[in-house]
């Protein structure tokens, strides 16, 4: 009697038996494979986006460290990478680093137009220039505010209500309505934030003074369209920029016609 025959299972039986066994299995272990394999996918994406990350976050650094042009395929990133520098600047800095950023802007618009002057992108970088204009001035008081402060007026937009310093004493008005003069020590803190802001107002000049030597044209082009903006020069910078081109200001001042050349038209 061969008892190997006698005992061997029938097809149907493994079947049965192999989809019991699998049914039982997927009960118990099946939801912690299911849970492990998403996790796995989770943290495989986060490397994956991180890993995206720090390749543009380098490519950004590389196209602004090698200053890329307009026409260049990594200019995004390089635009990128200086509005990141602008929001991490401290408030004192950003004057001066839009005025640095301007100066990007002029160069390309002088590569641009030497390369093709009809050039559409040369509309956009000039917008892209006053832009970075306003930015610069923008945070610094003109002399006329710089005045409004030293005299102790409360300047627009500033609650009369709030100290100008601890411990001192803001200018009052009486039951006639007739400012009354700050005290002492009220005045010593108006005279130090007068000289900061006519020290800040300088500071910035003096930047724009190195970028207007040769490119003055272009600025007072850009300038003279905003009425703000050339209010703003003629007020702060028109003495420094005599000073540095040695002749008046061209900025917001029409041509007389006492000082047209003896050919021009009438």
């Known amino acids: 009697m061969n008892l190997k025959n006698i005992y061997k299972p029938s097809p149907e039986f493994k079947t049965e038996t192999k989809n019991l066994f699998l049914a039982k299995f997927g009960e118990k272990f099946g939801s ?18 991180v890993s995206f990350a720090f390749i543009l976050s380098v490519t950004a650094i590389y196209a602004d460290g090698r200053n890329v042009g307009p026409e260049n395929i990594l200019y995004g990133f390089k635009r990128s990478q200086e509005a990141v520098s602008i929001t991490f600047s401290s408030d004192e800095e950003k ?39 306003k930015s610069s001035v923008k945070t610094v008081k003109s002399k006329k505010e ?33 400012d009354m003069p700050p005290a002492r020590s009220s005045q010593n803190l108006q005279a130090t934030n007068v000289r900061a802001i006519d020290k800040k107002s300088s500071r910035l000049c003096r930047s724009w003074d190195q970028i207007i030597g ?16 050339r209010a703003w020069f003629e007020e702060n910078c028109s003495s420094s920029l005599r000073e540095s081109s040695g002749e008046e200001s061209h900025i917001g001042t029409p041509q007389k016609d006492s000082e047209k050349s003896p050919g021009s038209d009438d």
Not at 120 to 133: F, G, H, T, Y
Not at 214 to 229: C, P, Q, S, T, W
Request: aromatic share 6%; hydrophobic share 35%.
């Open 32 to 49: 912690y494979q299911r849970t492990n394999f998403a996790f796995k996918y989770f943290i495989r994406g986060i490397g994956v986006g």
């Open 95 to 133: 004057p001066e680093a839009h005025v640095r950023l301007a100066e990007r802007r002029l160069n390309e618009i002088k590569g641009v137009q030497n390369k093709d002057p009809k050039s559409p992108l040369i509309v956009s970088l000039k917008n892209d220039l006053a832009r970075e204009i």
């Open 146 to 178: 710089s005045k409004l402060v030293g005299e102790g007026r409360v300047l627009p937009g500033v609650d009369k209500s709030l100290p100008t310093g601890v411990g001192t004493e803001t200018s009052e008005v009486n039951e006639l309505g007739v």
């Open 214 to 229: 040769d490119d003055g044209e272009l600025i007072f082009e850009v300038v003279n369209k905003d009425r703000e903006l």
